[in-house]
């Protein structure tokens, strides 16, 4: 991929941008699990409370640029939502999170977006993804009801292809992409995808060009093909 962590100490009288990317999403669908394996390359499997508006940078290299990465973890819990249309106001972009596992995560997709949408002072490029890939699609949970003799089995799983609706009606980012904090998968590639689409809006609008060659980046879907374990590739350009 086109970019790469910078640790140079020399470095900031090299950054061109600071971009600041906000996650969001509801409680405890990995948003900040997938920020510390983007920062760190680390993951832990212990649950980490999140208090709205916590900052993480890292510096990065694009095509001979450094810019410096700043991520804004949000809460997701009720009584958080009210410091996040704050968040939104200073964000170049947002990573809409949803935890593929549970489909109630989701169903929550369109209020965050009316959130961000009516709070946002700019135009902030939107990316939807589904977080814990790792989890395997064919697992099936039982749901109890009100008589233990009655079980609804079914799988706990949001469909792929539900996900790309909802992208397309929406007017995000056309490029969804599941991912996995636990082992690492897409976590790069999507926020390179997001900071270079972040900088070309940004060049446009000043009515500039961003002039390197972005090329062709390749983000995996994460998705098992039906008949193939092996992984489809998406592949997209950024003109």
Not at 7 to 35: M, R
Not at 148 to 173: A, D, F, H, I, M
């Amino acid at each position: 991929m086109g970019a790469s962590t910078s640790t140079s100490e020399d470095s900031d009288k090299h950054l061109i941008q600071k971009v600041k990317i906000a996650l969001v999403g509801t409680y405890a669908v990995g948003k900040t699990s997938i920020i510390t394996r983007y920062i760190r390359d680390t993951f832990t499997s212990d649950y980490i409370y999140t208090r709205g508006g916590s900052i993480n940078r890292k510096l990065i290299t694009v095509h001979g640029y450094k810019l410096q990465i700043e991520l804004i973890d949000t809460g997701g819990q009720k009584y958080q939502k009210e410091i996040a249309p704050t968040l939104y106001k200073i964000a170049h972009g947002i990573l809409l999170v949803h935890d593929i596992s549970k489909p109630q995560s989701f169903e929550h997709v369109e209020e965050w977006l009316t959130g961000i949408r009516q709070n946002t002072l700019g135009d902030p490029v939107i990316m939807l993804i589904g977080n814990k890939n790792d989890l395997d699609p064919q697992v099936k949970s039982d749901y109890p009801s009100t008589e233990s003799t009655n079980l609804t089995t079914g799988l706990s799983r949001v469909p792929y292809e539900q996900c790309q609706k909802k992208v397309q009606e929406e007017g995000l980012l056309p490029f969804y992409s599941e991912v996995s904090a636990k082992t690492g998968i897409n976590i790069d590639p999507v926020f390179e995808l997001l900071v270079k689409e972040i900088l070309h809006k940004q060049h446009s609008l000043l009515g500039t060009i961003w002039e390197p060659d972005l090329g062709k980046d390749e983000v995996d879907k994460g998705r098992p093909n039906d008949k193939n374990p092996s992984h489809k590739r998406l592949t997209c350009t950024i003109l």
